[in-house]
């Protein structure tokens, strides 16, 4: 999925008033995301994404952990969304529903095997944030 696409999905998901707002939002996210992944699942979503995200999923998951055995930072919904909102300039609660957001596009820009990683290693309070058929799987925390 291109970069325009991703911003203006997360835009009408999140009902953000334009697209710098859906920009911030999507950085915010995939930031704390690749804080919360192992780094080697970090990389491979990174890799799956337009140049200018997957690079900034890169410098969140190398600042999280050295070397590409680092297990990702172990944290729930409230650091998440914490995080998600002082990166966005935002309150928590509207930070969830842009992480909702971003996490739907990145459901469908992402291989299914790769979101399905990804779900298994979020907790279940961050997990339901994912799309229905992602949140409600058997996963381990």
Same mark, same amino acid.
């Given at each position: 999925?291109?970069?325009?696409?991703? @911003?203006?999905?997360?835009?009408?998901?999140?009902?953000? +008033?334009? =697209?710098?707002? %859906?920009?911030?939002?999507?950085?915010?996210?995939? =930031?704390? *995301?690749?804080?919360?992944?192992? =780094?080697?699942? %970090?990389?491979?979503? %990174?890799?799956? *994404?337009?140049?200018d $995200?997957?690079?900034?999923?890169?410098?969140?998951?190398?600042?999280?952990?050295?070397g =590409?055995?680092?297990?990702?930072?172990?944290?729930? *919904?409230?650091?998440?969304?914490?995080? @998600?909102?002082?990166?966005?300039?935002?309150?928590?609660?509207?930070? $969830?529903r842009?992480?909702?957001?971003? *996490?739907?596009?990145?459901? %469908?820009? $992402?291989?299914?095997?790769?979101?399905?990683?990804?779900?298994?290693?979020? +907790?279940?309070? @961050?997990?339901?944030?994912?799309?229905?058929?992602?949140?409600?799987?058997?996963?381990?925390?």
């Amino acid at each position: 999925m291109r970069h325009d696409e991703m @911003i203006g999905k997360v835009r009408t998901l999140a009902r953000l +008033p334009d =697209s710098g707002t %859906a920009e911030r939002a999507t950085r915010a996210v995939v =930031s704390t *995301l690749s804080e919360r992944l192992p =780094s080697g699942l %970090a990389r491979h979503v %990174a890799a799956q *994404l337009p140049p200018d $995200l997957a690079a900034a999923m890169r410098r969140a998951a190398d600042a999280a952990g050295a070397g =590409s055995g680092h297990a990702g930072e172990r944290f729930g *919904l409230a650091v998440f969304a914490g995080r @998600i909102a002082d990166r966005a300039g935002t309150d928590e609660d509207t930070a $969830l529903r842009e992480a909702a957001a971003v *996490l739907e596009v990145l459901d %469908a820009a $992402l291989a299914p095997e790769l979101t399905e990683r990804m779900a298994g290693v979020l +907790p279940s309070d @961050i997990r339901e944030l994912l799309p229905v058929e992602r949140a409600t799987g058997d996963h381990e925390e």
